[in-house]
């Protein structure tokens, strides 16, 4: 099971960081990737860890996005600063084999971020 925790309205520059926590699983074994899906838009990928705690998937967003884990925690950061109203979504945190994974394995159910314009 993931479950996601943090978001919430802010406002534009703002910051937000978000947790997903699993259980159930060995959380090490796996890697964790957030999504977003805005209102009317495909989901998107945003950032990844993979099992050994390095970033993958979307370089533009890693300036203003970090992404941690906390495996004594079983716990998977999303840091967002500098937040813009197209960051407003549902973010999501996924489990994966492998960052580079086609599919996967499961999901929660997401937090809603609001950047108002």
């Known amino acids: 099971q993931l479950v996601e925790s943090g978001g919430g309205l802010v406002h534009p520059g703002g910051s937000l960081k978000l947790s997903c926590t699993g259980s159930?699983?060995?959380?090490?074994?796996?890697?964790i990737g957030w999504f977003r899906q805005a209102p009317g838009k495909e989901r998107e990928r945003v950032l990844c860890?993979?099992?050994?705690?390095?970033?993958y998937w979307d370089d533009s967003k890693k300036g203003r996005f970090t992404i941690s884990r906390d495996n004594a925690e079983n716990t998977v950061f999303l840091q967002m600063a500098d937040l813009k109203p197209d960051d407003t979504a549902i973010y999501s945190c996924?489990?994966?084999?492998?960052?580079?994974?086609?599919?996967?394995?499961?999901w929660g159910q997401g937090t809603q971020v609001t950047v108002p314009s």
């Open positions: 159930g699983f060995t959380f090490t074994d796996y890697a």
């Open positions: 860890s993979s099992k050994d705690g390095e970033t």
């Open positions: 996924h489990r994966r084999y492998f960052c580079s994974s086609p599919t996967s394995l499961d």
